[in-house]
């Protein structure tokens, strides 16, 4: 019985903390910009046009001098996370730079991606660093990194810029509540069913 409770709960444990997409607490943005949808949350609702789509549909999108524009689009996942992959919709002819922070003070660049390098030879580019994915692109490919801050902005193009999706996978460092609660409700259901017998 001892077994069982063992490996019921160390079943539990890893569910709770398997890396997933995770869903921001909130989007902001900074410069001006127009968005082909309901709010910010576009950029992680999991749901990018498909490549080659016209660079401004379902998307955030901006003008600008090349590195200038002053258009920051930022995630706070609303706690720590490892993050592990990134999925991401962009103008395929820009270059877009990535960078995360655990405080929202400090940021470090998590990767640059570089215009042209996917599949499209215009409009929306899908890229992603998940090895067996079909729009992998091994430039964007980044060992885990702590982080409750993302943001991606521009850094050279043809100034018209958009990114149509920003989603993350990862493991949050202390797990949420409902993770908690979870774990401790099948745990107690375990010690129930092991007391009756």
Known sequence: MKTLLLAASMMLASSAWAAAPITPASASATGIYTIDGPDLGILTDG???PESTFYQTAAVSWLGQEGVSGVALTLDFGQLYSLTDVFMGVDN???????????????????TNLAFEGQANSGTELISSVANHIDYQASIDFPSVMA?????????????YSVSELAF????????????????????????ASRRR
């Open 148 to 160: 409750r801050y993302a943001r991606i902005y521009a850094v050279q193009g043809d100034g018209a």
């Open 47 to 49: 749901h990018a046009p």
């Open 93 to 111: 002819n820009d270059f877009y730079q990535v960078q995360v922070s655990a405080d929202g003070t400090q940021w470090n660049t998590l990767f």
């Open 169 to 192: 996978s990862g493991v949050a460092v202390v797990p949420e509540p409902e993770a908690w609660a979870m774990l401790l409700a099948g745990l107690g259901l375990i010690g129930a």
